[in-house]
């Protein structure tokens, strides 16, 4: 039986909430790798070795759903939760077409993001 990948990369531009989400899902027992951008994320991240990507949609150069866009034809089976500090529909559903399994909203409750990535992590998460 094969393994999945545990690791899950944090890519927030926001240092204090890139930080507070690694602590909270390394205090449930998963390693997390961090990236302030997605130019960062590209030049050091390996993708095969992911289990899923906590990835912010507005980010300082290349937006998150501009990076989903392109790992999607590389890695499409890397999940991907999408979290955000803007309330708006129409680019929620531009972030659910190129391919989310959640979409949260900040702050959200932790439990949320770690069901979110305890679900990806399982395979139990659909694009």
């Known amino acids: 039986m094969e ?5 899950v990369a944090v ?37 095969a070795e992911l289990g899923c990507i906590v990835l912010d949609i507005h980010l300082a150069g290349m937006s998150g759903i501009e990076l989903r866009r392109r790992l999607k034809t590389a ?15 129409a680019l929620e559903l531009e972030a659910r077409k190129v391919g989310c399994i959640a979409y949260l909203h900040k702050p959200f409750p932790a439990a949320s993001l770690v069901g979110a990535v305890k679900d990806a992590l399982a395979g139990n998460a659909t694009d």
Do not use: K, W
């Open 3 to 7: 393994t999945r990948p545990r690791t």
């Open 11 to 47: 890519v927030e531009d926001n240092p204090s909430m890139r930080t507070s989400v690694e602590r909270l899902l390394n205090a449930c027992g998963l390693t997390t790798e961090g990236y302030s951008s997605a130019e960062a994320f590209l030049s050091h991240a390996t993708p």
């Open 75 to 89: 890695h499409p089976r890397l999940a991907v939760i999408f979290i955000t500090a803007i309330d708006d529909d």
